[in-house]
């Protein structure tokens, strides 16, 4: 990607791990994704980041949440990019469940989103507190080769693109071994993902650092960046032509501190940043054209 | 004096601790004849690498048919054959391991207290990628959560053992954070950079420089530790940056030149040359065990 470039803005409409009590504007039901994912779209988000929830906002991977929050969604807004999560970590934490990987790849199959995100390897997933001085929570994302490929071959075969979430330098890397397997297809989607404990420090020197180690084949990158860090790290991706992920799930402020009040506000602040850094934000139609996601149908919903 | 020398770190000025990693557990003897499994070829081990500069072993125990283990007799066999050898070098026990539980990992570490133990830093995939075959050759989540780190971490601490952090990718570096926030990490921190494992950080000099960078601002000393043969090019790398550097017949068997080492031996050698053409000069056992904070003391009941 060049500065050139018009810039992608995501939206993470409502994570898994984060709930009401902490900000008030998290969807739970369809009707409020569709509310949201209407705030995202008139503030120049292009694409959407679900993460399925039953009605009561417990984090769910069954296939009739996302299908009922995906079709919400689409009878909203004219067009948006669908990008489902197939991460586990918040139904694991959260739903005080495992699931298996059969259950992360069932939802891909049948609905068929335009994109889903591929974790690119294992790592520590914890959060520590500085003032209780321990850890919050610690788990392990397990994301082997195996997995890897299980999911990649599944999204392959429903023609789904992969947006490969990297969350250290080595899950780069990890993209090698795929390319000489043959597996991806380019333009790859490369999200830098900064902030979480046991991932690469959130800093901008090591935002450019990541996107050093992008293999050099045709591709689109970005950064997600978890935390109130999220405005610098989104402001050191427009400076070096990437594109951006804001949204509830990764940071509920706005850089002056302030709540956001809905996905609306943290777009909105997102496409103010592209204007002033002298760049301009993608529509959804030239969104598709660079990630090549053609409009379809998905989740039973006709173009 | 000594504490501001330290404060930032290593630099070009200091002594070189070459380490040996004297065994490993996946390679066998088919692959290269030299890998030690008895004792007796252990010790023989450890005197071609003192004597050839090296100032600490870096140990996985084998039962004397080869087989990795993780017994507190089989641990206990080798050191004590290796410190009947010579006359003093730096102990360092792994405790890495796919599979095998912690509390067994623990055991060996509290019964024979080595100087020094492995720490791997954090959770990662670990796998090897054969190109020609266009397949894993294998692959598996080598599984460190912070819960293991700091039980690991704490058993250390309590018994004397000065962890080394194993770094297979930037965020474990970053990993050391918290543990320094929680007053459980005890300056001066050794770090290890591990490059060339498919899983983690890319095998190039610019990362290792990346690497080096991320250590926290505390005294330290950090050093590289590459996997396959482009293990000689970080060496380089290393040496240039004012690292340590490991080698041994667990990271490669081959020298630069493409020959199979004919012991570990051969590969410290290599590794001492090196050190001296970029004008560096190998630290002496001694030296190492005051830069590391490590004093010589009874290990595996060998009394000092």
């Not at chain 1, 934000?281 to 173009?303: C, Q, S």
């Not at chain 2, 509290?110 to 133990?117: E, F, G, T, Y």
């Not at chain 2, 959560?145 to 690991?152: G, M, R, V, W, Y």
Request: net charge negative; with cysteine.
């Amino acid at each position: 990607m060049s500065f050139e470039d018009p810039v992608i803005i995501t939206g993470a409409i409502s994570g898994a791990i984060a709930n009401r009590d902490q900000c008030p504007a998290i969807p739970y039901t369809p009707e409020e994704y569709a509310a949201e994912a209407r705030r995202i779209v008139d503030e120049g988000g292009s694409m959407i980041h679900i993460h399925a929830r039953t009605r009561d906002g417990v984090p769910s991977c069954e296939v009739e949440d996302f299908r009922a929050i995906t079709q919400a969604i689409l009878a909203e807004v004219d067009d948006v990019i669908i990008n489902y999560s197939t991460g586990s970590v918040g139904v694991t934490l959260l739903g005080k469940r495992t699931i298996s990987l059969d259950q992360r790849v069932e939802p891909l199959r049948v609905l068929k989103p335009d994109v889903a995100t591929l974790n690119m390897g294992s790592i520590n997933f914890a959060k520590y507190s500085y003032s209780r001085k321990g850890f919050v929570f610690d788990v392990i994302a397990e994301n082997s080769f195996e997995t890897i490929t299980t999911l990649l071959t599944a999204m392959n075969e429903a023609g789904i693109r992969a947006e490969h979430e990297c969350f250290d330098s080595g899950h780069m890397a990890n993209l090698d071994p795929l390319l000489d397997m043959g597996l991806l297809h380019e333009p790859l989607q490369i999200s830098c993902v900064m902030g979480v404990t046991g991932g690469i420090r959130p800093t901008a020197q090591n935002l450019a650092h990541l996107c050093e180690q992008i293999p050099p084949v045709k591709h689109n990158w970005g950064v997600i960046g978890v935390s109130r860090k999220q405005w610098g790290l989104v402001a050191a991706s427009l400076a070096l032509g990437g594109n951006v992920r804001v949204g509830l799930e990764d940071n509920l402020y706005l850089p002056n501190g302030e709540i956001a009040r809905s996905n609306g506000d943290l777009i909105a602040k997102a496409a103010d940043l592209v204007r002033d850094t002298g760049r301009r934000v993608a529509t959804v139609a030239e969104a598709r054209e660079m990630l090549a996601t053609p409009k379809r149908e998905v989740a039973g919903v006709k173009p | 004096m000594e504490a501001e020398r330290r404060g930032a770190g290593m630099s070009l000025e200091d002594p070189v601790i070459v380490t040996c990693s004297i065994s490993g557990a996946v390679a066998n003897r088919e692959q290269c004849a030299a890998i030690p499994y008895t004792p007796e070829e252990y010790a023989a081990e450890a005197r071609r690498i003192v004597d050839e500069g090296g100032a600490m072993i870096h140990i996985h125990a084998r039962t004397p048919e080869g087989v990795p283990s993780y017994e507190i007799e089989d641990f206990r066999a080798i050191t004590q054959a290796i410190l009947a050898e010579v006359d003093d070098v730096i102990i360092n026990y792994s405790t890495g391991a796919i599979g095998v539980s912690l509390d067994k990992r623990v055991e060996y570490l509290r019964a024979l207290k080595p100087d020094v133990a492995a720490l791997n830093m954090g959770s990662m995939n670990y796998a090897k990628y054969s190109k020609s075959r266009k397949a894993f050759v294998f692959g598996a989540v080598f599984e460190n959560s912070f819960e293991t780190i700091t039980t690991l971490l704490t058993a250390m601490n309590e018994e004397g053992i000065r962890p080394e952090h194993e770094c297979f990718d930037s965020g474990h570096i970053a990993n050391l954070d918290p543990l320094l926030d929680m007053g459980i990490l005890h300056e001066p921190l050794q770090v290890s950079c591990v490059m060339g494992v498919t899983g983690g950080i890319r095998p190039t000099a610019k990362n290792l420089a990346h690497m080096s960078e991320q250590i926290p601002p505390v005294s330290h000393n950090w050093g590289v530790i590459g996997v396959s043969r482009k293990q000689w090019g970080l060496v380089a790398a290393s040496l240039a940056l004012g690292g340590n550097v490991r080698v041994g017949l667990e990271d490669n068997f081959y020298l630069p030149d493409g020959e199979m080492a004919r012991s570990n031996g051969d590969l410290i050698a290599k590794a001492a040359e090196l050190v001296r053409d970029t004008g560096r000069r190998v630290a002496t056992v001694a030296e190492a065990r005051e830069m590391l904070g490590t004093p010589k003391r009874e290990v595996a009941g060998v009394k000092v």
